[in-house]
C-alpha cells in the first residue's frame, strides 16, 4: 500500500506570509503518462474537503493563485504564496495512482492564523 | 451547479445495517448518466482519518475498498440520480462522518456532499 507522510502537521502562519506543506510517498505517484497522481485538498472546519491541486500541480477551478502545487515521483509540495484568514484548515494530500480507486490520504496538516 | 446531499440515518445500533443515499442535483449535464465520473463514499474519522469505502459508475459498476468488501455494496439508480451505500454488521468503529463525492478514474474529487455524521451506539 502507498504511505503518504505530510509535513508539518500542525502550521501556524501570520497573514500576508508564504507556507509550505510537505507530502512525501512510499512509491513513486508517477504514471508512465508523464502525470502524477497526486491531489490536495483543503478541508475548512465545518466543511466538506474541497479539491485544491489535482496532478500535482494544477489548481482546480476557483481555486486562488496563490496556491501552487509542484513535485514529482515521491516528493510532493504545495505552497501558499500568502496566508489568508480563509486559508484556515486542514490540508490532504491524497494519491491516486493505485488502482482501481484504493486511493488514500495523508493524515493532514492544520493550517493556523498566528 | 452540481449538488450531491447525502440522506440516512445518524443513529444505528450495532449489528444492522446502514443505508445512505447521496441525491444529485444540477444541471442536465450533471446527472450520474452522463460523462465519465464515478460517484463514491468516503468516510472520515478521527482515528483513521479519511478512507475510502466504494465507488460505483453509471452502468454499475462497482470498486470496493478490500477492508470493507465483505460489509459494503454500493449501487445506482439513474432515474433518481442517486446513489446508495449499504454497510452491514456494524460495529462502533464505523462511527464517522460519511461523505458522497464525484471523482474521476485519476482522482480529482471535485465535488463533496456536505456529509453525514452516522453514530453507532446501543
Known amino acids: 500500500d502507498v504511505v503518504l507522510t505530510q509535513s508539518p502537521l500542525s502550521l501556524p502562519v501570520t497573514p500576508g506570509e508564504p507556507a509550505s506543506i510537505s507530502c512525501r510517498s512510499s512509491q513513486s505517484l508517477q504514471h508512465s503518462n508523464g502525470y502524477n497522481f497526486l491531489d490536495w485538498y483543503l478541508q475548512k472546519p465545518g466543511q466538506s474537503p474541497q479539491l485544491l491541486i489535482y496532478?500535482?500541480?494544477n489548481r482546480a477551478s476557483g481555486v486562488p493563485d496563490r496556491f501552487s502545487g509542484s513535485g514529482s515521483g515521491t516528493d510532493f509540495t504545495l505552497k501558499i504564496s500568502r496566508v489568508e484568514a480563509e486559508d484556515v484548515g486542514v490540508y490532504y494530500c491524497?494519491?491516486?495512482?493505485?488502482?482501481?480507486?484504493?486511493?488514500?490520504f495523508g493524515q493532514g496538516t492544520k493550517l493556523e492564523i498566528k | 451547479h452540481l449538488q450531491l446531499q447525502e440522506s440516512g440515518p445518524g443513529l444505528v445500533k450495532p449489528s444492522e445495517t446502514l443505508t445512505l443515499t447521496c441525491s444529485v442535483s444540477?444541471?442536465?449535464?450533471?446527472?450520474?448518466?452522463?460523462?465519465?465520473?464515478?460517484w463514491g463514499w468516503i468516510r472520515q474519522t478521527p482515528g483513521k482519518g479519511l478512507e475510502w469505502i466504494a465507488s460505483v459508475f453509471h452502468t454499475g459498476s462497482t470498486y470496493y475498498n478490500p477492508s470493507f468488501k465483505s460489509r459494503v455494496t454500493i449501487s445506482v439508480d439513474t432515474s433518481k440520480n442517486q446513489f446508495s451505500l449499504r454497510l452491514s454488521s456494524v460495529t462502533a468503529a464505523d462511527t464517522a462522518i460519511y461523505y458522497c463525492a464525484r471523482h474521476l478514474l485519476n482522482g480529482f474529487y471535485n465535488y463533496w456532499g456536505q456529509g453525514r455524521l452516522l453514530t453507532v451506539s446501543s
Open positions: 491524497m494519491q491516486a495512482i493505485q488502482t482501481p480507486f484504493m486511493y488514500n
Open positions: 496532478l500535482g500541480s
Open positions: 444540477g444541471d442536465a449535464d450533471d446527472s450520474i448518466s452522463s460523462g465519465s465520473h464515478y
